[in-house]
């Protein structure tokens, strides 16, 4: 189905059984994300919120929870959007086979954005606080819009096709803001709406901003997909909606024709003010940092407006949905933008930026020569060098060779690197380099390594089932735990401080390499709390990767280096947290008190059997 806006999304969804009415009135101080998050963990429907305190309008919440549910909503333009990505991925697709890719073109033409003059007809104008202020974690600094749609212009080269339509997250209350006319939106200067700042920067003007809210949902997913060079967001929220982007200009400032709230505004050199901090994709709070502050000018409402909203938190969140729907659409788009690759996986488990896994080819290494990475590496950098990829921290790959790989059955895929990796060779650094800005695991704001460990060849170890009965019994730390074939957990004092570390790895390698050797046991992690990591996969996942700076937290038992080369015997992740990282995200319990009363029998959400545990604390 095609639809025109979230209204009729929405009435879509209900009419088949993908979402529930909320009819009693929910705070969105705390409850309303707290609601989202129990559905959302249950595998529940999309959420209309009917009365949110404080606020007029309504809001709804997990329209992407599953992928399943995504597919529907697109389910009439899914195939032609594919098909079109495909063609600007691999134009000779067309000239191979020209009739059968007509469609496509035809699809594309269609597209393109629509002008029209003045306000749309319903259209109000309404303050910040007539919205629903929504605080998703008690430590949040405010209120957030976690699905905004916020357009600018190239100053250079004005118009809708040099515009960027990119999801940054926009504060409206709280910190240093001054309520209904300011709000704080927080970016990266190499995103397209920091390369436009920069430019007006430069030309010492204000830079015009608009953010959009809500509209048919093909817009919400246009503001967060990596797409093919020359293709605008707005020509790609035509193709998923089947309906042309509708935009006016209203004292210089784009409005969108679809969307359900507009907040415009200005961003002037140099202005900035604390934003944060807020609960993030990582399972972590991103603190509070200097971020631009937008000056309101306006902000629109269209007549019976809903307000759409996303919880962020500790992954699986409604953004791993995103990331699958994203994947799907942009099939074979990696391997066509790095020659070599067949396949990498950003893993949501670990906050998606600091893990990947990657399978590529391996055609350097002459077969009578002994086998050892090689065309790996420099896939390897390029990997490492695109996009949204050059924020992980650390990367497996693979080569595929005798049997099928899938980066997607995670701990399969860590076994036959396991299996067939040279410790003492094939671990590479990159110190002193970038990482994801909110990831605190490193030296500093934006600052930290990665590392790469590549496998190719045939097996070199069987790896250990359960725990070797050489790591049980560690002075100074508690049993060890196994989490998977190759990987055990051991549980140490809290960290205190690097310079303390050398000394204690060496204790601990030396301990262990006192009592025999380890080749089944190619990685150990330290942690906090043995039980939780090895409890399952994600866990180990999430606090493995998310808490560890690999030149400062990889460790090795046997280590040395060899002209600049590091190696070892056997990895020691130290996993722990450190002083210097965010917080966690803990669930508020009064609240998580509070909102049963909506699961209870008679009230709106009573059929979904939701988990009679905690939402997961993140210890």
Known sequence: MKYHNLEECIVDLEKNGHLIRVHEEVDPHLEMAAIHMKVYEAGGPALLFEKVKGSKFRAVSNLFGTIERSK?????????????????????????????????????????????????????????????????????????????????????????????????????????????????????????????????????????????????????????????????????????????????????????????????????????????????????????????????HKVYAKQNAIYPFTVVGRPPQEDTSFGELIHELTGGAIRQEIPGVKEVHAVDAAGVHPLLLAIGSERYTPYQQVKQPAELLTISNRILGTGQLSLAKYLFIAAEEKQPLSTHRIEEFMTYILERIDLRRDIHFQTNTTIDTLDYSGTGLNTGSKVVFAAVGDKQRELCQEVPALLNDLPGHSPARWIMPGIVAIQGAPFTSYSEVEQEMSRLSDAIRERGSLPSCPMIILCDDSEFMSE??????????????????????????????????????????KPHQAPPLIPDTEVESNIKRLFADGGSLNRIQISKKPMAAGV
């Open 72 to 296: 529907f909503i697109f389910r009439d333009t899914f195939e032609s959007t594919q098909d079109v990505i495909a063609i600007r991925n691999n134009p000779m697709k067309a000239l191979k086979q020209p009739f059968k890719h007509l469609g496509a073109g035809l699809a594309a033409k269609s597209a393109l954005p629509i002008k029209k003059t003045g306000l749309p007809p319903g259209f109000q104008e309404i303050q910040i606080t007539d919205l629903p202020l929504i605080k998703h974690w008690k430590d949040d600094g405010g209120a957030f819009v976690t699905l905004p749609q916020v357009y600018s212009e190239d100053p250079e080269k004005p118009g809708i096709m040099n515009s960027n339509l990119g999801m940054y997250r926009v504060q409206l209350t709280g910190n240093e803001y001054d309520i209904n006319r300011e709000v704080g939106i927080h970016y990266q200067i190499h995103r397209g709406i920091g390369i436009h700042q920069a430019k007006a920067t430069k030309l010492g003007q204000p830079l015009k901003v608009s953010c959009f809210i809500g509209g048919p949902p093909a817009h919400t997913i246009s503001a967060v997909m990596p797409l093919p060079e020359g293709m605008s967001e707005l020509t790609f929220a035509g193709l998923l909606s089947g309906r042309h982007f509708r935009y006016s200009y209203v004292d210089g400032y784009c409005i969108s024709h679809d969307a359900d709230f507009v907040i415009t505004g200005e961003i002037y050199p140099g202005e900035t003010k604390p934003e944060g901090p807020f609960g993030d994709h990582l399972g972590y709070y991103s603190l509070v940092h200097p971020f631009p502050v937008m000056r309101v």
């Open 536 to 577: 399952n996969v994600n866990n180990f996942l999430w606090a493995t990767f998310t808490r560890s700076n690999p030149s400062h937290d990889i460790h090795g038992v046997n280590s040395r280096y060899q002209h600049k080369h590091w190696g070892c015997d056997t990895v020691i992740i130290d996993a722990r947290t």
